[in-house]
């Protein structure tokens, strides 16, 4: 047949292979194949059912990414499915792994499902700003009824194999050998003399009601998902499924899944999917370069962090030695992490015995000495280069020969707290964003001497934890902080100039950020920055304005959330953010001392100001070689600091604004605003003015 799908007989059951590892994607190769396979056995009377099966670990798990940029080659997704519907004798699917997107398109075109336990059904499309093209939209309402699909398609979360049989996707379940089964499964039908029972005859559940249905999935989207199409176009999708017949419904289909495909949001999901396959690739790296061993994990620092880092760990079945100064600190923190646990074990995600075994493998000490035998010890004390560097000293005194030493700062040269060791190359930045046992990003900080297999070693155990590691080198506050500086700036400043902390939160929010900025720090604890900030004093600008704000609420002890007030009120036992009248008050008399014009900034110009601020940023980050490539930027802003997903990322985000439009609003605010602060990035005045962007920049260096 071809290299990657075979026909073979087993008596009157023809079973059809695909055996493309590592996963099965249904690459043109594929589809090549199996419209071979399916062609050969139309009109052989030998042939009585069939049964579409996978070779290795799952069945088709789903289209191939990669052609969204190049387009589908022939033959196309539509034409293999109706090729495997139009079958004049049974086809039974023989289910198992991750069936998902065109895997379960091509499952649904099946007329029956035979599943193993374990194995997840999904369309996730929609979490890639698309939809399903292959026939999705207006096989699964057909298959599974009208309600079921739209939860199914909307939430882009995948089935268990119980719950596909309750809505009628999976005919049976089976505990082992799936493909046995399912050619067991085509003998019967044939016995019975059941033929084909294909999805796009089918009558739609729930048809009848389908106005009011979508009607309110719409409604619900507007609500939640603010800024973005593809559900909406999803629901246009289905709408045809109900109004057309299957033939006119597949042909609107197609005709809203090219558009998709072409927006702005579904090219940012797949610039995010591809960018995070790209992480793994760093200068001077080699290709076989083997990491060190991480069997034993030491923490220093029992707070928030520290707790938070030291499940990551135990999560991973990895044991931890968490260390801190003072046992009432040591209670705390394990307190707060069973605490955690708790809760994990009241919402369901979690079992008492895992629970049990988790808290098992953290093990508490006051000395130091305990950490003798962890491959890699990671510091994670508050922001203090004296505090560190001296942790450090004890840390290289007791550590082992070659376990790899990292610290959590989120700002602070990791090069100076290196040199205070003897093993500068075991020495790297390891900074997890809180709360640490949540938050997907790892930024991980090279730091001059860190050794190649040190950073690959911080890159695997990225991976063994669950989260997404970005490399960073050394500079102040690294990718992601150092670019919160210039857009918290620019709020803190909005903010004086007469627009109130709920106006450019909401602004910052409209855009698609998670939170506003002003209330993250306020969730974070406004001293936090502060004391940073106080800490670097000689070389901030000569500017009285300069994040005052927040320094005005840390000097009355308004500090946030903690202490139930700070750029906004959280009264009452639910602690939602409220307005804070007197804050608000205090930050006129403030702009008025200090001189500050009541420019009273849009929301637009909110907007412009702290985005464009940040990405100005991110140009000189890329020029300064502190990241590697503009993908990695977005990565750490839409992994761990909110920023829209379907926009793809600050650096994806100019790109789509156009270099040459953010170039000149930043010339139009170093006339309007304080020139100190808006002077185009070289690399961004640079590309912005030969009409080039981010993406082909980085393009241009990785040819």
């Given at each position: 047949?071809?290299?990657?799908?075979?026909?073979?007989?087993?008596?009157?059951?023809?079973?059809?292979?695909?055996?493309?590892?590592?996963?099965?994607?249904?690459?043109?190769?594929?589809?090549?194949?199996?419209?071979?396979?399916?062609?050969?056995?139309?009109?052989?009377?030998?042939?009585?059912?069939?049964?579409?099966?996978?070779?290795?670990?799952?069945?088709?798990?789903?289209?191939?990414?990669?052609?969204?940029?190049?387009?589908?080659?022939?033959?196309?997704?539509?034409?293999?499915?109706?090729?495997?519907?139009?079958?004049?004798?049974?086809?039974?699917?023989?289910?198992?792994?991750?069936?998902?997107?065109?895997?379960?398109?091509?499952?649904?075109?099946?007329?029956?499902?035979?599943?193993?336990?374990?194995?997840?059904?999904?369309?996730?499309?929609?979490?890639?700003?698309?939809?399903?093209?292959?026939?999705?939209?207006?096989?699964?309402?057909?298959?599974?009824?009208?309600?079921?699909?739209?939860?199914?398609?909307?939430?882009?979360?995948?089935?268990?194999?119980?719950?596909?049989?309750?809505?009628?996707?999976?005919?049976?379940?089976?505990?082992?050998?799936?493909?046995?089964?399912?050619?067991?499964?085509?003998?019967?039908?044939?016995?019975?003399?059941?033929?084909?029972?294909?999805?796009?005859?089918?009558?739609?559940?729930?048809?009848?009601?389908?106005?009011?249905?979508?009607?309110?999935?719409?409604?619900?989207?507007?609500?939640?998902f603010r800024n973005r199409n593809s559900y909406n176009v999803l629901l246009d999708a289905v709408q045809a499924a109900v109004d057309l017949p299957f033939d006119e419904g597949i042909k609107r289909e197609r005709e809203l899944s090219n558009q998709v495909e072409r927006a702005v949001e579904g090219r940012a999901f797949r610039h995010l999917f591809f960018s995070e396959r790209e992480l793994?690739?760093?200068?001077?790296?080699?290709?076989?370069?083997?990491?060190?061993?991480?069997?034993?994990?030491?923490?220093?620092?029992?707070?928030?962090?520290?707790?938070?880092?030291?499940?990551?760990?135990?999560?991973?079945?990895?044991?931890?030695?968490?260390?801190?100064?003072?046992?009432?600190?040591?209670?705390?923190?394990?307190?707060?992490?069973?605490?955690?646990?708790?809760?994990?074990?009241?919402?369901?995600?979690?079992?008492?015995?895992?629970?049990?075994?988790?808290?098992?493998?953290?093990?508490?000490?006051?000395?130091?000495?305990?950490?003798?035998?962890?491959?890699?010890?990671?510091?994670?004390?508050?922001?203090?280069?004296?505090?560190?560097?001296?942790?450090?000293?004890?840390?290289?005194?007791?550590?082992?020969?070659?376990?790899?030493?990292?610290?959590?700062?989120?700002?602070?040269?990791?090069?100076?707290?290196?040199?205070?060791?003897?093993?500068?190359?075991?020495?790297?930045?390891?900074?997890?964003?809180?709360?640490?046992?949540?938050?997907?990003?790892?930024?991980?900080?090279?730091?001059?001497?860190?050794?190649?297999?040190?950073?690959?070693?911080?890159?695997?155990?990225?991976?063994?934890?669950?989260?997404?590691?970005?490399v960073a080198k050394v500079c102040y506050g690294f990718i992601g902080n150092r670019m919160m500086d210039p857009y918290g700036r620019e709020a803190e400043r909005c903010v004086l100039e007469g627009a109130t902390p709920e106006e450019v939160d909401g602004a910052l929010e409209d855009f698609g950020m998670a939170m506003g900025i002003l209330a993250v720090y306020d969730m974070a604890g406004?001293?936090?920055?502060?004391?940073?900030?106080?800490?670097?004093?000689?070389?901030?600008?000569?500017?009285?304005?300069?994040?005052?704000?927040?320094?005005?609420?840390?000097?009355?002890?308004?500090?946030?959330?903690?202490?139930?007030?700070?750029?906004?009120?959280?009264?009452?036992?639910?602690?939602?953010?409220?307005?804070?009248?007197?804050?608000?008050?205090?930050?006129?008399?403030?702009?008025?001392?200090?001189?500050?014009?009541?420019?009273?900034?849009?929301?637009?110009?909110?907007?412009?100001?702290?985005?464009?601020?940040?990405?100005?940023?991110?140009?000189?980050?890329?020029?300064?070689?502190?990241?590697?490539?503009?993908?990695?930027?977005?990565?750490?802003?839409?992994?761990?600091?909110?920023?829209?997903?379907?926009?793809?990322?600050?650096?994806?985000?100019?790109?789509?604004?156009?270099?040459?439009?953010?170039?000149?609003?930043?010339?139009?605010?170093?006339?309007?605003?304080?020139?100190?602060?808006?002077?185009?990035?070289?690399?961004?005045?640079?590309?912005?003015?030969?009409?080039?962007?981010?993406?082909?920049?980085?393009?241009?260096?990785?040819?």
């Open positions: 047949m071809s290299e990657v799908v075979n026909v073979s007989m087993q008596g009157e059951v023809a079973v059809v292979t695909v055996g493309s590892p590592p996963v099965n994607t249904l690459t043109r190769e594929v589809r090549a194949g199996l419209k071979a396979a399916f062609e050969s056995l139309r009109g052989n009377p030998a042939v009585k059912a069939v049964v579409l099966a996978c070779a290795g670990k799952t069945f088709l798990s789903g289209g191939d990414m990669r052609e969204f940029e190049t387009g589908v080659q022939e033959p196309g997704y539509h034409e293999v499915l109706r090729l495997i519907e139009d079958s004049a004798v049974p086809v039974v699917a023989a289910l198992h792994g991750t069936v998902m997107g065109g895997g379960l398109e091509t499952a649904i075109a099946c007329h029956y499902r035979v599943a193993q336990e374990g194995t997840k059904l999904g369309l996730p499309e929609i979490t890639l700003g698309i939809i399903p093209g292959a026939g999705g939209t207006q096989r699964m309402p057909r298959l599974i009824g009208l309600e079921p699909a739209l939860d199914m398609m909307l939430s882009g979360k995948p089935l268990t194999v119980a719950d596909a049989q309750k809505v009628s996707l999976v005919d049976t379940a089976v505990a082992a050998d799936v493909t046995a089964a399912a050619v067991s499964y085509a003998r019967a039908l044939v016995a019975e003399g059941r033929g084909p029972r294909r999805t796009r005859e089918m009558a739609i559940a729930g048809r009848d009601k389908a106005g009011e249905i979508i009607a309110a999935r719409r409604a619900a989207a507007a609500k939640t793994r690739r760093i200068p001077g790296l080699p290709a076989d370069l083997k990491s060190r061993p991480i069997k034993k994990v030491g923490i220093v620092g029992a707070g928030t962090m520290g707790g938070g880092i030291s499940m990551c760990f135990a999560n991973a079945g990895i044991p931890v030695t968490l260390v801190d100064a003072k046992q009432e600190a040591l209670d705390r923190g394990l307190a707060t992490i069973r605490k955690n646990y708790d809760r994990s074990v009241t919402r369901g995600s979690l079992k008492p015995e895992q629970m049990a075994q988790r808290l098992a493998l953290i093990a508490p000490s006051l000395d130091y000495a305990a950490l003798g035998d962890a491959d890699l010890v990671i510091e994670a004390v508050f922001e203090n280069m004296a505090l560190k560097k001296e942790i450090f000293a004890k840390l290289d005194a007791v550590a082992r020969p070659g376990a790899i030493l990292g610290t959590n700062t989120s700002t602070l040269d990791i090069d100076e707290i290196a040199a205070v060791t003897k093993r500068p190359q075991d020495v790297i930045g390891l900074h997890f964003f809180s709360p640490a046992n949540v938050m997907q990003l790892l930024e991980i900080v090279q730091c001059a001497k860190t050794a190649p297999d040190v950073v690959m070693t911080a890159l695997d155990v990225a991976k063994t934890i669950r989260k997404v590691g970005v406004i001293d936090i920055g502060h004391l940073t900030r106080v800490e670097r004093a000689h070389l901030l600008p000569k500017d009285p304005s300069f994040y005052r704000p927040t320094a005005l609420l840390t000097e009355r002890g308004w500090l946030g959330q903690k202490s139930g007030r700070g750029y906004y009120r959280y009264d009452g036992a639910e602690r939602k953010r409220t307005p804070d009248p007197e804050a608000i008050a205090m930050f006129v008399e403030e702009a008025k001392r200090l001189g500050v014009p009541q420019r009273k900034p849009s929301k637009q110009e909110i907007q412009e100001r702290c985005l464009y601020a940040m990405i100005n940023e991110g140009a000189l980050l890329l020029e300064e070689g502190i990241a590697i490539r503009a993908s990695d930027i977005d990565i750490v802003y839409t992994s761990g600091y909110g920023f829209p997903r379907y926009r793809g990322g600050p650096m994806f985000y100019a790109d789509t604004v156009g270099l040459k439009v953010i170039y000149d609003k930043i010339l139009e605010f170093r006339k309007t605003l304080d020139p100190q602060y808006w002077q185009p990035a070289p690399l961004l005045e640079k590309l912005a003015l030969a009409g080039s962007s981010f993406a082909q920049w980085q393009a241009e260096r990785k040819a």
